[in-house]
Nanobody
Framework: QVHLVESGGGLVQAGGSLRLSCAVSGSAVSKNAMAWYRQSPGKQRELVAGITYGGDTNYAGSVKGRFTISRDNTKNMVYLQMNDLKPEDTAVYYC???????????????WGQGTQVTVSS
């Protein structure tokens, strides 16, 4: 069973930066497509950024140029570097394995606890 633990969220002013981390156990990140998703109150969970098995990256239009997804295969970790944060980025952020198809939907319905990101204006 895959276990996901997200961390690194917090309160930051608009224009600031945060780096989210996702510790993965039970499956190798190097052998999976991985992605970050976010959910804000009253909205559906949405894809933020994904990285394929081959290392190709995919970003939501609203974060392209500001966020960068990466992974460390030796540590079995996935990261999301978030720069130039905006109040609309406020959400709970989750990582998960992703299906390697357009839109990169989550591989399963099993989620970690997420990490809260709050951006003040």
């Amino acid at each position: 069973q895959v276990h996901l633990v997200e961390s690194g969220g917090g309160l930051v002013q608009a224009g600031g930066s945060l780096r989210l981390s996702c510790a993965v156990s039970g499956s190798a990140v190097s052998k999976n497509a991985m992605a970050w998703y976010r959910q804000s109150p009253g909205k559906q969970r949405e894809l933020v950024a994904g990285i394929t098995y081959g290392g190709d990256t995919n970003y939501a239009g609203s974060v392209k140029g500001r966020f960068t997804i990466s992974r460390d295969n030796t540590k079995n970790m996935v990261y999301l570097q978030m720069n130039d944060l905006k109040p609309e980025d406020t959400a709970v952020y989750y990582c998960n394995r992703a299906l390697p198809i357009p839109g990169m939907p989550p591989h399963s319905d099993s989620w970690g606890q997420g990490t809260q990101v709050t951006v003040s204006s």
